[in-house]
């Protein structure tokens, strides 16, 4: 009975190392690397090509406020991405804040009510207009869609001649107005606004919250 179960314990251990064997003769699959945010995957020549492109595109910035620093002399003696022998800064702020009675200043503030009025209103008339578009159904929706897309394809070349003789009528030739009335419209914010709120605002959230008494 006892070498019955010294042979059995045998046949035991020899299936065990038959079985690692096997296990360890057979070829290792290999797991693929999937790059994650925490583990992200490197590639050396795309970081090559992209730090190529950010020194490119920085190398006027550095340029200019290099250039920014010289008096004219050395601007035109210098190389253009060494300091001048003095530091000229802040005198040649003085004077282009001074030349022609302030000429720049008020460049400045046209440009900062331009941005304001201009660009800030176009982009709320395109929110506006484009939630509606997105969100409510009415009559001539598509004939509106239509118009729209046909507004894009218009380059702005096309309507200066027309405009300026629609603002000369007017008197607004020469003002602000003839500038900010014509960026307030923007076909293009307008369809970029309409897709934007059909695949961002979840038609259930509306109405839900219509069943729950809220106002549009």
Not at 63 to 72: E, F, H, N, P, R
Not at 192 to 215: H, I, K, N, Y
């Amino acid at each position: 009975h006892a070498k019955g179960q010294l042979i059995q314990m045998t046949l035991v251990v020899d299936s065990v190392k038959v079985s690692s064997r096997s296990r360890s003769s057979s070829p290792k699959l290999r797991t693929p690397k999937f790059s994650s945010v925490s583990k992200p995957r490197r590639n050396v020549l795309l970081t090559v090509l992209s730090s190529l492109i950010l020194i490119y595109a920085l190398m006027p910035l550095v340029w200019l406020v290099i250039s920014a620093t010289k008096t004219q002399g050395d601007l035109l003696s210098t190389f253009g991405f060494s300091f001048g022998k003095s530091f000229a800064l802040f005198d040649n702020i003085s004077a282009t804040l001074a030349y022609n009675d302030g000429i720049f200043v008020r460049w400045l503030g046209n440009t900062v009510l331009y941005v304001v009025l201009g660009a800030g209103g176009a982009t709320l008339l395109a929110v506006l207009g484009g939630y509606g578009l997105a969100k409510f159904n009415f009559r001539g929706k598509k004939a509106i869609f239509a118009l729209v897309i046909g507004a894009v394809a218009v380059p702005g070349t096309a309507l200066a001649v027309p405009t300026f003789l629609m603002f000369s009528q007017l008197g607004l030739t020469n003002t602000p107005w003839s500038v900010i009335i014509p960026s307030l419209i923007s076909p293009f914010g307008l369809y970029l606004m309409w897709t934007f709120a059909s695949e961002a605002v979840p038609t259930e959230l509306l109405e839900a919250s219509r069943m729950d008494g809220a106002s549009e």
